[in-house]
């Protein structure tokens, strides 16, 4: 929870500085905001939502407690886990082909379904 919170709050701070630029006239595209999201840690903070997804989906209710308490404890709820997820999910690329894309983001969405 301590790594979510890092990179969350890194990428909070990115977003709340790329929103003040915009007020300044300097225009993003949205893969340009998305790509300084990533660079500003982003991706880390996505790898570690889905950790807490498989975590979660593990169906041990010991597991599941620790998690909502530590999100609790972080003033979170697992709302915020699951847009961190979606935004992964909408922003998965097909590298590997589109059979490999939709059985990751097939993955992902059991893990926003069941949060």
Not at 48 to 64: C, D, F, N, Q, R
């Amino acid at each position: 929870m301590e790594l979510y919170m890092r990179y969350s709050n890194r990428v909070k701070e990115e977003s709340e500085r790329m929103n003040d630029l915009e007020l300044d006239d300097l225009e993003m595209d949205e893969d340009e905001k998305y790509n300084r999201k990533l660079e500003s840690g982003l991706y880390s903070l996505q790898l570690i939502a889905v950790i807490l997804g498989h975590l979660w989906t593990s169906e041990h209710p010991k597991i599941k407690a620790r998690i909502e308490l530590l999100l609790k404890q972080q003033k979170l709820t697992k709302n915020d886990v699951k847009n961190v997820l979606q935004e992964y999910h909408d922003n998965i690329g097909d590298l590997d082909g589109p059979d490999e894309k939709e059985k990751v983001q097939a993955k992902i969405q059991r893990f926003i379904t069941a949060l």
